[in-house]
């Protein structure tokens, strides 16, 4: 038994030594990932907003004087031109009243032809003293009242020929007519001014939106942004279905004061609208390219992380080996996330196969070949389909591989 001790014993070493080397030989190599290296761009400074349409102008068609409505002549939801007739007011009351200050204007007049008479005969005696300067002055105070009177008398006039101008009412302003408010044969105008439709201009409109006033704020103190004024700052309308309008709008007003309710900084655009294909009054989304972001990067979407401490994205060092790098975004571009901290030129951002990857552990890096769902996101083409090995060798190369371990065994 002690002489077969050491025997077993160098036995055992030469297995030990052999198993060894057999783990060194089958070491994996690094794994193989998808990288694209970074260059900083200057990209559009966007915002998707939600805003509201609202007529470029909008005015109330009322009934400015007392009286039956006879008709409307206009036809509901139509256009209409700035002047068009619209309603008719019963006329004869006004017509009346026009009637009754002519009346007095004639009588006034007639007043003040007999004072100017009397006082034109004072003025004529009163140098021979057939006159007293007493009556010469109460004879020309009679004669600028009866002036005055038909002044006052003149004025009712042309206040009853306007009024019975306003019983037929007419469009304000170039629109659309909506629909008839009150019926034929009601009494409008009776003590205050009856709302009988309204005339909307629908092209353009206006599309009212909000921004929140902490993050403007940010961006105007960012050394790397760089905004647009009014009227060059463009909006574009989507619609339902993520469909664009056709004609973008421009930024035409920015309010100097943050609204205490809400903290929002109130905007507004001017979106050309021909053809009505926008409706006021409806909630739309709004994208607003406010500027330039400069010294950005454009990175997938794949290649950014998120855990507890925010985003992330793992990169290749200049050694080989995987890093972490933390990020700052400033929102998504065309199925990209604009970084606007964290990255250097240069750097290769690992897209595909992170999971496969150890920060501190080597990787080898191939160019990033987007796959066919990033394809069909726009701006990217189709990335080709590698060949498939056929369904005989797959099932060759498995029981190859099933096989392999029965063919190591212990060394002899």
């Known amino acids: 038994m002690r002489l077969h001790r050491p025997l077993l014993l160098a036995c055992g070493l030469l297995a030990l030594t052999?198993?060894?080397?057999?783990?060194?030989?089958?070491?994996?190599?690094?794994?193989?990932?998808?990288?694209?290296?970074?260059?900083?761009?200057?990209?559009?400074?966007?915002?998707?907003?939600?805003?509201?349409?609202?007529?470029?102008?909008?005015a109330d068609v009322r009934a400015r004087v007392p009286g039956v409505l006879l008709r409307r002549v206009y036809e509901e939801g139509s256009d209409v031109r700035e002047g068009q007739l619209l309603f008719e007011i019963d006329p004869a009351p006004l017509q009346a009243s026009l009637g009754v200050a002519q009346g007095q204007l004639a009588q006034a007049e007639a007043t003040y032809a007999n004072a100017r008479s009397s006082a034109e005969r004072a003025r004529q005696l009163a140098p021979q003293k057939f006159v007293s300067q007493n009556d010469l002055d109460n004879a020309v105070a009679i004669e600028r009242s009866a002036g005055a009177a038909v002044e006052a008398a003149r004025a009712s006039v042309r206040n009853a020929q306007i009024d019975l101008g306003y019983a037929k009412v007419t469009a304000p302003i170039a629109g659309r007519a909506g629909k008839q408010r009150v019926t034929e044969g009601a009494l409008v105008g009776q003590g205050e001014a009856t709302l009988l439709t309204t005339v909307d201009q629908l092209d353009p409109l206006y599309a009212n939106f909000s921004i929140n006033s902490t993050e403007l704020a940010q961006l105007r103190a960012a050394t790397n942004v760089s905004l647009v004024g009014t009227g060059k700052a463009t909006v574009q309308?989507?619609?339902?279905?993520?469909?664009?309008?056709?004609?973008?709008?421009?930024?035409?007003?920015?309010?100097?004061?943050?609204?205490?309710?809400?903290?929002?900084?109130?905007?507004?655009?001017?979106v050309p609208n021909p053809g009505s294909v926008l409706f006021p009054g409806s909630f739309v989304t709004l994208?607003?390219?406010?500027?330039?972001?400069?010294?950005?990067?454009?990175?997938?979407?794949?290649?950014?992380?998120?855990?507890?401490?925010?985003?992330?994205?793992?990169?290749?060092?200049?050694?080989?080996?995987?890093?972490?790098?933390?990020?700052?975004?400033?929102?998504?571009?065309?199925?990209?996330?604009?970084?606007?901290?964290?990255?250097?030129?240069?750097?290769?951002?690992?897209?595909?196969?992170?999971?496969?990857?150890?920060?501190?552990?080597?990787?080898?890096?191939?160019?990033?070949?987007?796959?066919?769902?990033?394809?069909?996101?726009?701006?990217?083409?189709?990335?080709?389909?590698?060949?498939?090995?056929?369904?005989?060798?797959?099932?060759?190369?498995?029981?190859?591989?099933?096989?392999?371990?029965?063919?190591?065994g212990p060394a002899e």
Request: charged share 25%; net charge negative.
């Open 18 to 58: 052999a198993c060894g080397g057999k783990d060194e030989a089958a070491a994996p190599p690094p794994p193989e990932v998808g990288v694209v290296e970074v260059k900083p761009q200057t990209v559009p400074l966007t915002r998707d907003l939600v805003g509201r349409l609202s007529p470029y102008r909008s």
């Open 237 to 270: 309308v989507v619609l339902p279905g993520d469909r664009t309008h056709d004609q973008d709008g421009t930024l035409d007003f920015s309010d100097t004061t943050v609204d205490p309710a809400t903290g929002a900084v109130s905007m507004r655009a001017l």
């Open 287 to 408: 994208k607003v390219n406010m500027g330039e972001l400069h010294e950005v990067f454009l990175v997938p979407q794949e290649a950014v992380l998120r855990d507890a401490n925010g985003a992330f994205a793992r990169v290749i060092g200049a050694d080989g080996n995987v890093e972490r790098k933390n990020l700052a975004t400033g929102g998504v571009r065309e199925n990209q996330w604009i970084v606007t901290s964290g990255l250097s030129a240069g750097d290769k951002v690992i897209v595909s196969g992170v999971q496969k990857v150890k920060e501190g552990a080597p990787a080898t890096a191939k160019p990033w070949q987007p796959t066919a769902a990033d394809a069909s996101a726009p701006g990217k083409a189709p990335a080709p389909a590698p060949a498939q090995a056929p369904a005989g060798d797959d099932q060759k190369a498995k029981a190859e591989a099933q096989a392999e371990p029965a063919k190591s």
